[in-house]
C-alpha cells in the first residue's frame, strides 16, 4: 500500500467524489453561522444543518467537503495520549435525498480499497443490531463474511440527538496488526486498545424521532459520512498515532528543534510537545477565521489554547516568543488544501504575537505566586487552592481556572470551584456597579478610549452614498481587535466614509460594509473624540480585519428620507418666526427617516389658526422647488450672509452655511436636499409643550405625510363601513345617529325611573318616626346611584318632611343614598354622618352633605341589618343634638 500524505489524501477524497457527481464544497469557517447551539464547527454535517433540516435548499443533492473542526470537551486530556487532537479534519460525502445505504456503502468500500489501497481483508464493518438492511448490503453485495459484519447497539451504531432526524450508522474498522494491538486473546473490533481503528461512518439518516423512543419513516432519507483525515492518513502511513503524519510530524519535529527536547524521550516532555503541537494547529486556523482572544465565548476557547501552548513551550524550556515559527510550519504543510492560512499569514502572526505578548509579561509573575500558594498549602497540610486565590491569578495575572487547575493536578492539588465562582459573580456585580465611570472629560469610559488619538475620519457622504476606503480599527463592545467575524458585534472605524454621524440633531446613517466574502450590517452611527466615526453593527457573514479595503453602502432610502425631514426643519424655523414672531429661537430637534420633531422657544400653545399658517407656508416653499445650496465660510461671513445661528451652540473657524432659495439660511453640518420640491409634502402632527417657554412640533414630510393620508383614508372608510354609510354622507349619517342615541338615552332614563319605581312599590306605610323625626328606610333591587336619587327626591316630596334612606343591590354592588329635609336637619339629622354610620354594614364608605350623600358597598348580605340601623344612627343624631 502506498503511503499517501495528508494532503494527498484530501485531494483523492475530494475528487472521488466529485467523479460520483457530488459538488466539492470548501470547508467552511469554523464559526457557526446562525446556529446558536455551537461555539465552533465539530462536525463535517454541522454546516450542512440548514440542508438536512430543509432550512436552506443545498446547492446540489450530492455533496463532499474536507471540513476543518474544533473540539475542547476533553481539551485536559490533550496531549496525555496520542489519540486525539483539538483540531482535526473531517472528510465527508453528503446525500440531500439522493442516494442511500447501496451507494453509500459501496463507494466508500471502492475509496477504501480501490483509491486508497487499504487491504479488503484488514477492513471490518459494524451495522445497528437491527439493520438487516445495511448487514446484507456488506454481506451480498460487497462480499464481506458474515462473521466479519459486527452488530453493535444505539449507543455505537445509531446517531440521535434528542427529537428530530436520526438513523442507524455503519462504521468501517480496520486492522492495524498485532503491534497496536492489547494482546489479548479476545481482542477484536470494539476493543479499546489501537490495534482495530475506526476509519469510515455512514449515517443512515432515514427516521425522525419525537424524543420518546418512537420512530417515523422519513419521506427524503439523507447520507451522511465521515472520516477522519488524520486518522486516515495514520492508517495509510502505518504510523503509532496522528502526531506522525507527515504534516503534524514535521510540526512536532519543530517543536523539538526549538525546545531542544526528544520525542519519546521522556513522557513529560511527550505531552507537552503533544499539546504546543495540536494547539498552535487549532490556534492557527481559528485566527484565520477571524476569532480573536477574548474572555468569553469561543474566544475564551482560543485564548485558553494559546496560553496552554504558551505554558507547555516554557515547560520544554522554550525561550522567548515561538508561536509564530511554529505557526508558520502549520501554515507551510496545510496551504495546499486551505490557500487563505497564507493570505493571512501576517494576520495570524500579529494576533499570535500579541496574545503571546501579554501572557508572557504576567505568566512568571502569576507561576512565583502560584508557587508560594502551593507552598502554603502544603505547609497547612491542605490539597485545595482556596477559590478567591484562584480568582486572584486569573483576574490579576490572567491566568484562566483551567491552566490554574491543570498546574495543581500535575502536584495533586486541586482548587474550590465554588468559591472561584462566588468571586467571579461578586466581581461581575461591582462591574455593573461601578459602569458609570467616566473619563477625564466626563464622559462614560468605553473601549473607544483606548483608540490611538491620530486615528481620525474624513465624512464624504455629503453628495455620495458609496465610496471604498480601508479599516484603520476594529473593536469588540470590550476591547479593540484585529478582526471581527460571523455574528460578532463591534464597531468598524475607516479612513474615510460616506456615513452620517449622529449630530446636530440629525440621525445616523445605516446601512452595509462590504468586501468580496464578507458583510457588516451598520445599525448605528456615532462621532467621537478627534474625529472619529464608528460604524457599530453585526457581521452577518465572512470576516473583516484591520487594513482590508471595504466598500460602504450607505441605506439610500433612509438617508433621502432623514434628508427630507431635516431640510423641512429650517424651513419650518423660518415659518415659526414669520407667523408667531421673532422670538422664536430653535431649542432642540431631532430627525430621522419616519418622522422631524423640532422645539422652539415660545410661551402659549399655538391656536389651530397658527398651526395651520405655519404648515401652508412650509408647503408653499415646498412646491417653488427652491434650490438648497451648501458653501463653507467663515463665521464671520456667514453672519453677514443673514445666516441664522443656533443658540448655544458652539463653531469653529469655519462653518457650513445653507442657504434655501430667499426663504431660509442657517448654519448646519447636516445633510440635506437638493432642492425643496423633492421634500414633496409636509404635515404637522402634533404641538405641545414640553418645558416652561419651550414648545414641540412632531411633523412628516414626503411618502411619511402620504402615508399618514393613506391610513387617514383607511380609517374614514372602516368607519363610514361600520355605521353603513359613505365617507361623503358620513357626517349626515352620524348626525342622524347621534339624534337616535339623543332619544334612546332619553326613553332608556324614563324606563329605569319606571322601573326604580315598580321596584320600590308603595313605601309610605314603612315611614317610621325616630324622636319626632319622620324615616323612610327602603330595599330596592337592580337600582343604579342616578335611580336612588331621581327616587330619593320623588319620595321626598311625598314624605314632606324627614329622612330618606334608600340602598340597592345592583350587580352584586349596594349603592346608597340618604337624603334629610331642612326641618330634619334643625332637628340633629346629617345625611353624610348617618351614611357613614351604616355603610360599614355592607362593606362600604362614604359621606356626603348633611342634606344629601352617597356611598357604594360590596356586601348585599349586609342591607337588612344597615336599614335597621339606620333608625339607631339617626335616634342618636337627634338625642345628642337636644343636649
Known sequence: MKQYGVNELRRMFLEFFEGKDHLAMKSFSLVPHNDNSLLLINSGMAPLKPYFTGQE??????????????????????????????????????????????????????????????????????????????????????????????????????????????????????????????????????????????????????FESDGKGNYTELEQKNIDTGMGLERLATVVQDVDSIFDVDTIRELRSKVCEISGKEYKEKYEWDVSIRIVTDHIRSATFMISDGIMPTNEGRGYVLRRIIRRAARHGRLLGIEGQFLTDLSNTVIKGSKDGYPELEEKKDFIFNVLTQEESKFNKTIDQGLGILAEMEAAMEQNGQKELAGEDAFKLYDTYGFPLDLTKEILEEKGFSVDEKSFADSMQEQKVKARAARKVTNYMGADVTVYESIDPSVTTEFVGYDKLEHNSSITVLTTETELVEALTDDEMGTIFVEETPFYATMGGQSADIGTIVTKDAEFEVIDTVKLLGGKVGHIGKVKKGMFKVGDRVTLLVDEKRRIDTCKNHSATHLLHKALRAVLGTHVEQAGSFVDGDRLRFDFSHFSAMTAEEIAEVEQMVNEQIAQSLPVVTSVMTIDEAKKAGAMALFGEKYGDTVRVVKMGDFSTELCGGTHVGNTGVIAAFKILSENGVAAGVRRIEALTGNGVFSYYAQLERSLEDAAKTVKATPQNLIERLEHLMAEVKALQSENESLKSKAAKEALGDVMDKVQEVEGVKLLAAKLAGVDMNGLRDLGDQLKAKLGEGVIVLIAEEAGKVNLVVMATDEAIEKGAHAGNLIKGIASLVGGGGGGRPNMAQAGGKNPQGIDAAIQEAAKVLELQIINYKK
Not at 476543518?68 to 476533553?74: L, V
Not at 481539551?75 to 495520549?81: L, M, P, S, V
Not at 455503519?170 to 496488526?177: A, C, F, L, P, T
Request: proline share 5%.
Open 57 to 206: 435548499i443545498p446547492p446540489r443533492k450530492r455533496v463532499t467537503t474536507c471540513q476543518k473542526c474544533i473540539r475542547t470537551g476533553d481539551i485536559e486530556n490533550i496531549g496525555k495520549t496520542a489519540r486525539h487532537g483539538t483540531f482535526f479534519e473531517m472528510l465527508g460525502n453528503f446525500s440531500f435525498g439522493d442516494y442511500f445505504k447501496h451507494e453509500a456503502i459501496a463507494w466508500s468500500w471502492e475509496f477504501l480499497t480501490e483509491v486508497v489501497g487499504l487491504e479488503a481483508d484488514r477492513l471490518y464493518p459494524s451495522v445497528y443490531e437491527d439493520d438487516d438492511e445495511a448487514f446484507d448490503i456488506w454481506n451480498k453485495e460487497i462480499g464481506i463474511a458474515p462473521e466479519s459484519i459486527f452488530r453493535f447497539g444505539k449507543e455505537d451504531n445509531f446517531w440521535e440527538h434528542g427529537s428530530g432526524p436520526c438513523g442507524p450508522c455503519s462504521e468501517i474498522y480496520y486492522d492495524r496488526g498485532e503491534k497496536y494491538g492489547c494482546g489479548k486473546p479476545e481482542c477484536t473490533v470494539g476493543c479499546e486498545c489501537d490495534r482495530y481503528i475506526e476509519v469510515w461512518n455512514n449515517v443512515f439518516t432515514q
